[in-house]
């Protein structure tokens, strides 16, 4: 989920992704890429997209919404994702819709995979698109292998270019839906500030974007070469999705702060705790997005 120290190559971020995303290999994860949903194939795709409430929810993207990290082992348990999840411990996106509007009951699905880059994606894109009815709000965690560091202006671009791709054909083909784009959970210089110094060393790396040394000393060189190309990354989402109908996004993490407890012991992850966190911040921002009604 998130990019890390390591010698010349990349982990996928935060969110990400929240902790993409959002912020590489990515994690894997072993459970059914979908939540079943009640609603059958009868109805038919509505005129315009919803208001107030949605009577659907979705989830699409990497591990950062598939509850990996909640339980050791590193597999996903979506029950326990912040987006689509059932565990009221976690109080997801899912529950909390489901306490104002009751309406949404079963009504949820989750394709959702380990490391998913745009390419997963755009096939995770296509499976919601060819649900009937199609949901209607859908929850988006991207950035994660897609992060090139060293990045090049020509890697921006095309990461621009496949994201408003995949962004316009979920608009074009579910016009009932509205669709939020989570930003990364964490950054390098906030696990730098968290991490224990064993932490930082069993991270730290060598080479172009190692931001943590072996030793878990800060290389400021690095850290300030990977966050500008986070930053780069992130501008072209920014972009595709305003370009976008019915997309909406806050890449800033403003009014988010990432505590070590969040992380689950794979560093990499938010545990159940973290899972709770970080459902409240994303309520507010659909609040703000006017995707739910605020209170």
């Known amino acids: 989920m998130k990019t ?28 059914s890429p979908t939540n079943p949903t009640s609603r059958t194939a009868t109805a038919t795709k509505p005129a315009s997209a919803y208001t107030g409430y949605p009577d659907s929810v979705a989830a699409i993207g990497h591990s950062a919404v598939t509850g990996e990290g909640t339980q050791p082992g590193g597999q996903e348990v979506k029950a326990n994702s912040w987006a689509t999840g059932s565990n009221p411990e976690v109080n997801s996106v899912y529950l909390r819709l489901l306490q104002a509007h009751p309406a949404i009951k079963g009504h949820v699905v989750n394709f959702g995979s380990g490391s998913a880059d745009v390419e997963s994606l755009a096939g995770q894109a296509e499976g919601l698109i060819a649900q009937n009815p199609q949901p209607e709000l859908v929850l988006i965690a991207t950035l994660d292998a897609d992060i090139a560091c060293p990045a090049t202006q020509g890697d921006f671009a095309a990461y621009g270019q496949a994201i408003g791709k995949v962004l316009g054909e979920l608009s074009t083909k579910m016009p009932g839906s509205r669709f939020f784009i989570t930003t990364q959970i964490s950054t390098p210089s906030r696990d730098a500030a968290v991490y224990s110094r064993s932490e930082r060393a069993s991270v730290g790396g060598t080479g172009p974007c190692a931001f943590l040394d072996p030793r878990g000393n800060l290389v400021p060189k690095e850290l300030t070469r990977l966050e500008a190309a986070i930053a780069g990354f992130k501008t072209e989402l920014t972009k595709a999705c305003s370009e976008t109908d019915r997309c909406s996004t806050d890449q800033t993490g403003q009014g988010w702060t990432m505590r070590r407890s969040d992380y689950s012991d794979d560093l990499n992850h938010l545990n159940l705790s973290g899972q709770a966190r970080w459902a409240e911040y994303v309520w507010g921002l659909l609040q703000e997005a006017k995707l739910v009604p605020a209170p």
Do not use: Q
């Open 4 to 31: 890390m120290a390591g010698s010349g190559s990349e982990r996928a971020w935060v969110c990400s992704a929240l902790c993409a995303v959002l912020l590489g290999t990515g994690c894997s994860g072993g459970d």
